[in-house]
């Protein structure tokens, strides 16, 4: 299982931005995948995920604001950024979890990709 996040970059407040979580060796709609992120000095938090039964969930930080999507024939998860704040800023990861059910909390998943940095300036 191999996955890969891009998309991150600089922005100013209130700009857009699109991770793109691209995945191999799994069937996309057969797991869940969820997004977190790490600011310095602080802990890593949940910002959004999507099931296998394409039910997504998001963190209140970012309702509104975020939406996560799903490619099931490119086998990609899609995390839309509109309206970016300065504490948004963050090195921002993509994760499996194979059982399907994606929750906000990182210890349950299995896979993970690497980060892409994701910065607001005001």
């Known amino acids: 299982v191999q996955l890969q996040a891009s998309g991150g970059g600089l922005v100013q407040a209130g700009g857009s931005l699109r991770l793109t979580c691209a995945t191999s060796?799994?069937?996309?709609?057969?797991?869940?995948t969820g997004w977190f992120r790490q600011a310095p000095g602080k802990e890593r938090e949940g910002v959004s995920g999507?099931?296998?039964?394409?039910?997504?969930f998001y963190a209140d930080s970012v309702k509104g604001r975020f939406y996560i999507s799903r490619d099931n024939d490119r086998a990609t998860v899609y995390l839309q950024m509109n309206s970016l704040k300065p504490e948004d800023t963050a090195v921002y990861y993509c994760a499996i979890d194979l059982s399907g059910t994606a929750t906000m909390w990182d210890y349950e998943y299995d896979h993970w990709g690497q980060g892409t940095q994701v910065t607001v300036s005001s």
């Open positions: 999507i099931n296998s039964d394409g039910n997504t």
């Open positions: 060796g799994v069937t996309p709609d057969h797991y869940a």
